[in-house]
């Protein structure tokens, strides 16, 4: 399977941020870390933090990603150059894959080619947060190499 990173457009971009910012609130509350009527404002401030100007911030790069032969847009790739502390990485931002083409290696393609870009900019290792109820991205991770570095774990009390 061949996908091809494109350049988002600004109307794509646009877009994308209005689903980072609904599923990152939604994915929190489910996580319970958020209370649901705080969750989307909370969620605003991270993602464009993280994004202050947008397609132009400095070190993050944002992606449709492309099947090679169909030309279908099959999903969204961003992440960012990440220095200090003595360290360097890619933090991997987002890896989207559209309903309708999960399961069907997009995923792991998506990732062989974030692999390459990372070693062709000096990188030797790339970061990712992924939330503990999200299984399906878990497993994607474990079998494409990741591992989990730290599990934080929450018991509710009633």
Same mark, same amino acid.
């Given at each position: 399977m061949m996908v091809e990173l494109v350049p988002m457009t600004e109307t794509e971009y646009r877009r994308f941020v209005r689903w980072c910012v609904e599923d990152y609130a939604q994915q929190q509350v489910r996580a319970g870390a958020w209370q649901p009527d705080a969750a989307v404002s909370? $969620?605003? +401030?991270?993602?464009?933090?993280?994004?202050? #100007?947008?397609?132009?911030?400095?070190?993050?790069? *944002?992606?449709s990603i492309l099947d090679r032969e169909s030309a279908d847009r099959v999903?969204? *790739?961003?992440?960012?150059?990440?220095?200090?502390?003595?360290e360097q990485f890619v933090a /991997?931002?987002? @890896?989207?894959? /559209? #309903?309708?083409?999960?399961? +069907?290696?997009?995923?792991? $393609?998506? @990732?062989?080619?974030?692999? #390459?870009? $990372?070693?062709? /900019?000096?990188?030797?290792?790339? /970061? *990712?947060?992924?939330?503990?109820?999200? #299984? $399906?991205?878990?497993? *994607?991770?474990r079998q494409s190499g990741y591992v989990e570095r730290n599990v934080t774990m929450v018991r509710q009390l009633d």
């Amino acid at each position: 399977m061949m996908v091809e990173l494109v350049p988002m457009t600004e109307t794509e971009y646009r877009r994308f941020v209005r689903w980072c910012v609904e599923d990152y609130a939604q994915q929190q509350v489910r996580a319970g870390a958020w209370q649901p009527d705080a969750a989307v404002s909370l $969620a605003k +401030q991270m993602v464009h933090g993280l994004l202050p #100007e947008g397609l132009s911030t400095p070190d993050h790069y *944002l992606f449709s990603i492309l099947d090679r032969e169909s030309a279908d847009r099959v999903g969204y *790739l961003w992440y960012g150059l990440r220095k200090g502390a003595g360290e360097q990485f890619v933090a /991997l931002y987002e @890896l989207v894959i /559209l #309903e309708v083409y999960r399961r +069907q290696g997009y995923g792991t $393609a998506s @990732l062989k080619v974030l692999e #390459e870009r $990372a070693l062709d /900019l000096g990188m030797d290792r790339i /970061l *990712l947060h992924v939330f503990g109820h999200n #299984e $399906a991205a878990r497993a *994607l991770y474990r079998q494409s190499g990741y591992v989990e570095r730290n599990v934080t774990m929450v018991r509710q009390l009633d």
